[in-house]
């Protein structure tokens, strides 16, 4: 068999915007072309934000383009003192280019942007067979035009307009080779374009769409004159309200002491439903979030505190019941919209928070207009009391009759295992940790009323080809199977789940290779034995940091500071962050954490034990891709495929990142 050539030349570096194009799914949803539109809209967004413009409006053209229009300030056309070029064909020709930097030092052209990265419309324009872009200032209207990413028309003049009419209009062509279905997701794009009216006061945000065989336009307009509370009542149509929708915002002020910036902050909507649920929305500086993240946790963690304080007060809660942050929130319709200096995503689509100042704002700004609201109001907080304490009551029922079901015929616990009090399967949850120090610290950092600790030894069988009658054998995964109460099965058999005794099973390894390995491990084991498990969502991965740096007090008003980062690329983005505060590198250290076993208790319980601060990551198998996710597994852990494996390794391993 011919070796695979690989020499000094076979190593491709990608320039530009060649990235995108080789790999969209980094940088943006590929299942339509909504993501990237939503790009522009966002940036027009931000414009309405820094209050520079009052009208978005987005026309879905009949030959397949959208055009987004606002009437802000116009992209800067002039020529850019550094790269040489004009500053609109820089923004939409390079990565990380952008308005959005520097916010911390005041030299950003926006305060508060969901833009972070400079990367969005760039993304935008690599994947688009043709964009347009026209801008209104200074009294003049310019035009350049761009195709697969490059310029193929040069910005030019071509026109006058009055001194005072200023704006960007972007007209984009996707390139349907990138995308599963060319067609928009017109639902989401709705959805989008009315919150931005309910988050932007005084904004008007419209949207033209031709139907199939009608020449003549539709447009929607949005203008929420009520904003949040208004919005809200449209959410609550077909839902009965036990109380009152409360409203309120509240912003950091200027010359205030403490750990935020001024005009960060937040504005909410709240009320509570007799029966059912509606989904909460939220959005950081108008991006939504529909993963939510660490400004959700920061609202409900105000809410419960609200309504702990209220309830302990007044004496409202019955001997024997204690009363759970889900217990309070579950019933709760909420929308959210959050300003923050720096957000941090979960990945280029924004769809979760992950800054863990986030929740630490939230319930800072959002816990006292509650709690005086409620005591202003007590007859609507003694209604909220009693919805909290009914739900906390239904759950403790729900537990005993779980128990009964039981039985006396329990398998005996393994004598390692560290378990929890409580017996809800809903809200405990199995941490299965590499080694025993680090066992001793999980044990230690961990809630004892609802999370149990299994330390492991050394690394599990690969029981990817081992037949089901021979898995005890293994002493670990024999306690691990004991531990959560289910019998091994097959992905096409229907298991006994009544036996499970834990709502979130997490692997808690090193953030290291060997760690990584241990994962693999695990997972191969759910995969194979108990998929019925990651189906149904249990089966979760912990990611421990990697790296703390510490940052000594800088003056009297600004405290000594610890941050954690998962990986190089966040402590990159750390020591960037410090920097640009003004932060001497002799002012901060950085230590690497060699395992588990060196964090302190609080630093694990901080960092990944904790259900506010932590990072969980949710095991999850698409039914599209079951047969391919199969052959990979059958590739990486079967015990013939050694030939499969090093193939891949030759062909792949230049991509890897790796810690060793």
Partial sequence: MTQPHYDESSVTVLKGLDPVKERPGMYTRTDSPTHIIQEVIDNAADEALGGFANRIHVCLNQDGSVSVFDNGRGIPIGIHPTEHVPVIELVFTQLHAGGKFNKKSGDSAYAFSGGLHGVGVSVTNALSQRLEVTVKRGGKVWRIVFADGAVIEPLQE??????????????????????????????????????????????????????????????????????????????????????????????????????????????????????????????????????????????????????????????LLPRGVKLQSDD???????????RVLDPQFQGQTKEKLTNRDALKLVAAVASDPLELWLNQNSDIGKKIAELAIKQAQARMR????????????????????????????????????????????AKLARDKATQAILPLRGKVLNSFETHRDQLFGNAEIHDIAVAIGVDPHGKDEEPDLSGLRYGKIAILSDADVDGAHIQVLLLTLFFKHFPKLIERGHVYVAQPPLFRVDVNAQGKNKPARKFYALDQQELDGILERLAKEGVRDTAHSISRFKGLGEMNPDQLKDTTMHPDTRRLLQAQIPDADIDGIEQVFVKLMGKGEAAARRAWMEAEGDKVEADV
Avoid: M
């Fill in 398 to 441: 729900s537990v005993k009759k779980i128990e009964k079901r039981k039985g006396s015929g329990v398998a005996v616990l393994p004598g390692k295992l560290t378990d929890c009090e409580s017996e809800d399967t809903r809200e405990n949850e199995l941490f299965l940790v590499e080694g025993d120090s680090a066992g001793g610290s």
């Fill in 158 to 315: 071509i026109g006058t307009c009055a001194v005072k009419d200023s704006g960007t209009e972007i007209r984009v062509y996707p390139n349907p080779r990138y995308f599963e279905s060319p067609n928009y997701q017109l639902g989401e794009l709705e959805r989008l374009l009315r919150a931005k009216a309910v988050l932007l006061p005084g904004v008007t945000v419209e949207l033209t769409r031709f139907n199939k065989g009608d020449d003549t336009p539709q447009t929607q307009t949005w203008h929420y004159p009520d904003g949040l509370r208004g919005y809200l009542n449209d959410l609550l149509v077909n839902a009965q309200e036990a109380v009152p929708i409360f409203a309120c915002e509240n912003y950091i002020s200027a010359g205030s002491e403490g750990d935020f910036s001024a005009g960060e902050g937040a504005a909410f909507a709240l009320t509570w439903l007799e029966e059912g649920s509606v989904a909460g929305e939220s959005y950081v500086n108008l991006i939504p979030t529909p993963l939510g993240g660490t400004h959700e946790a920061g609202l409900k963690q105000a809410v419960f505190n609200a309504v702990g304080n209220f309830i302990n007060h007044h004496n």
């Fill in 328 to 338: 309070v929130f579950s019933r709760t319709a909420f929308v959210l919209s959050v």
